[in-house]
């Protein structure tokens, strides 16, 4: 009973057995060549093809989303093996559903025509996403192959940027007048036999295309067949604009509990639909990109691209942090005869800069956290500030203790330890007003408080704790 | 025309609004304080609640979600004044959505009487979220005052772990028999009146109780009333186990653009639902969680917590980074003479140190997300440890003579710079070993690989930076 169900499907166990099909082809592929002796042509070619026919025959099993996966997460050579087998119909969405990086590489493959058989199976929202990244004259070529109205539809939805509800937007949508009754709709919904995916609600528009409300669909199921549209729609609906921040409309999917939400342009007209899936896969991509540009990654980072591009894309990193280094290295040379000096000072100068970076960096976590869900306003940014200084100076005093007291045990110098502890209460004074600061100044200057700021901070509280510690020492034990 | 319908609401500006109201009232008390003499009581109290008034108002307009982030946004003492405006049919709604630290200020606030009323318009699967936050004699004061049958649901649905699909589960669903026909249904459908929130399909259920399939809501509008559901149900549905990862249950709503999905036993019986408002939920609190734990932070972070609150959150963090910067610093102290002969050994070393840290999180956080996403496998991890092994040789060879050309042109030491050299690309060697074992090894471990991995990478590839470079000094030039 249980097999005559689907469970969800186990990513892994896909992988895994389409690299056994695969492993198997390679080796048949070599025992053959080992051996030497050229084969008759039919017999070779079809000992290549066995297990080729056997992989596209679980290929054809697999959901477009599962195919994504699969291609994503092979080496390039076995994923351009794949790629031929998957049936041309599902082509267009498997594209959409892979990473950027490796959707470039599965374009590289197809030559005009298939792009064009690829795209014939897509929304005009879907492909708008797709026309980004082909090459300039196919795209053209893939426009002028579509309707007018459907080129008009890929022509707007290009027109909105990456971090706007109007680039989530999709066409998909059923609508209806507010003065019909129910018997007509459901007759009118069984002519078009089939809905959208993730209709949840027909919109409810004017003769001039003006949104009135919405209808839930379970409102058609539940209520008489002769209610009339306008006696029950919900007439204060949540709508977007298309230039609304796609970030507060996944706030608003979440809090609201929304499946889909209608977006208006600002003569009230109904122009598309926001829906639950799209906010997901937004959410999801925000994260990943989140998570990577923090270590200065991007999101296009293809787990098994050749390893000098990865190489390559590092190098900006490097860059970056090589010369906050020198700059911290710097400092310390100021010092340079101090340290000659007493050469516990290079011992402990980590510490006191480590300490503070670690803390400004839980500061500054929560700052760009309460940034991204809108948690601080005017009102309360100075009390934020005034809390993470308190906290610092809390923590300097009872940690700067604890510090000193380690450092008399090991040098009982009673002045070095003194020096030790007021430089780890000063650093963590710097770590938190650099933890409030920095990510609320980037977001003044209209950018995305959380790529660099881990950088901005790690470099000021190394730089000024060792200037602070070595400083004190240089003045008060020197 | 826009004014009819609502915007998405600006979070912003209903967080201002209650400030100012606040704020009003506030002064206004001040005022009678300071003027001493004793007014009449009536007219000093109608003063104090005339803002007060206003503000209820306000709130009345407020989803409770939208009242959940202003409590969440507010200084603990206004909190407790606007929770007390909050109607009592909200309050069970409100106490859900706002965050755990938050949930504990609220319910402190609470008599008896009050959470049980608030349980009143909550859903069993909505009960079980809130009990274990209450005081153990409420919560079981609550769990009496359940008829069986909910009780029975709470009950079970308090036995799953957190990261598991049962935890997400919620029994609001309809079922159906697969021999009845759509007339039958609607019927049916019409005298309950009301359809749970997100119920996209109908699950098909035996006699016995097993999952036979799923009825999109659409086919009873699209097609004929006297089709039988057997004839056009959905046969082989994604469904779930309650003990299924609920991280992998996430991806697959995701992957399949799932709206809801049964939830069956393992004797097939469906018992309960997931649906793609607590699967939003879910990705949301799991990136926060991820991004607060990775500096030591947990999600439970009021950002309004009184100081010593937050001052004593942050001691984990702090004394574990103490210790390994008292590690590495004795690392540094082996080579103490070394120093103490050449001060340019520690302007230097930290530098090496630094350059392995950033490199290492780099590979880990790779590695981590590809172990979240599923993509690493038995079969690649090896072709990975091997790509960031190449990575990290090419950036130090190369990033290597960067760094010894430029310490060069400082210190005009051949030797020195080619130590430089050479304890960078060993350091970076190390930093990427660290970076792919570390949450591999947490891993397999049954732990989360995001948690406390790069606290372990920088004590690594500090004391080892330290050590590499220091102890290559001192052999080579000393």
């Not at 079809?46 to 959901?63: D, I, P, S």
């Not at 919405?214 to 204060?236: D, F, N």
């Not at 990865?310 to 490097?318: S, T």
């Not at 010369?323 to 100068?349: D, G, H, K, P």
Request: net charge negative.
């Amino acid at each position: 009973m249980r097999d005559e169900l689907q469970h969800r499907k186990n990513l892994q166990k896909m992988l895994e057995q389409v690299t056994v099909l695969l492993k198997k082809q390679e080796l048949e592929k070599n025992l053959v060549h080992k051996q030497q002796q050229p084969r008759h042509d039919l017999v070779e070619s079809l000992l290549f093809k066995r297990h080729l026919v056997e992989l596209q025959q679980k290929l054809e099993q697999f959901h477009p989303a599962d195919i994504a996966f699969v291609l994503e997460n092979l080496p390039l050579e076995q994923r351009m093996i794949v790629w031929q087998l998957v049936k041309t119909e599902h082509d267009g969405t498997v594209l959409l559903e892979v990473s950027d990086a490796v959707r470039k590489t599965l374009i590289a493959d197809m030559d005009n025509h298939e792009i064009l058989c690829a795209a014939q199976h897509l929304d005009s929202d879907e492909i708008a996403d797709l026309v980004v990244d082909l090459p300039k004259e196919i795209a053209s070529e893939l426009l002028i192959s579509l309707d007018s109205e459907d080129r008009a539809k890929v022509q707007s939805a290009l027109t909105f940027p990456e971090s706007t509800v109007g680039a989530l937007m999709d066409f998909d949508m059923v609508t209806v007048r507010e003065d019909v009754s129910f018997d007509v709709i459901i007759r009118y919904l069984r002519r078009l036999k089939e809905l959208p995916e993730h209709t949840d609600q027909l919109f409810v528009i004017d003769r001039a295309g003006n949104l009135k409300g919405l209808l839930p669909l379970k409102y058609l199921l539940i209520r008489a067949g002769k209610t009339r549209v306008s006696e029950v729609m919900i007439q204060k609906p949540i709508f977007f604009y298309t230039n609304d921040v796609a970030r507060e409309a996944a706030q608003a999917f979440k809090r609201y509990n929304l499946i889909s939400a209608p977006i208006i342009n600002i003569h009230n007209q109904l122009i598309g639909r926001l829906s639950v899936d799209n906010i997901i896969d937004f959410i999801n991509e925000t994260s990943q990109k989140e998570i990577l540009s923090q270590v200065g990654l991007s999101e296009e980072e293809d787990l098994f691209a050749p390893f000098w591009v990865c190489a390559k894309h590092r190098w900006p990193w490097i860059a970056l942090n090589l010369m906050t280094a020198f700059i911290a290295s710097r400092v310390i040379n100021i010092f340079e005869s101090s340290i000659e000096q007493l050469a516990a000072l290079a011992i402990l100068m980590p510490i006191i800069a480590g300490i503070g970076g670690n803390s400004g960096t839980q500061t500054m976590t929560l700052i760009i956290r309460g940034l991204a869900l809108n948690q601080i306003t005017t009102h309360n940014w100075l009390r934020l500030l005034f809390k993470e200084v308190s906290v610092s100076l809390t923590n300097g005093l009872l940690w700067g203790s604890v510090v000193g007291l380690f450092s008399y045990l090991l040098y009982k110098q009673l002045l070095l330890s003194l020096v030790m502890m007021a430089a780890m209460i000063l650093n963590l004074l710097v770590a938190s007003f650099a933890g409030v600061f920095i990510p609320l100044i980037l977001e003044k200057l209209g950018r995305d408080p959380a790529m660099g700021s881990s950088v901005m901070l790690t470099a000021l509280t190394d730089s000024m704790g060792f200037f602070i510690f070595l400083g004190l020492a240089t003045i008060i034990l020197l």
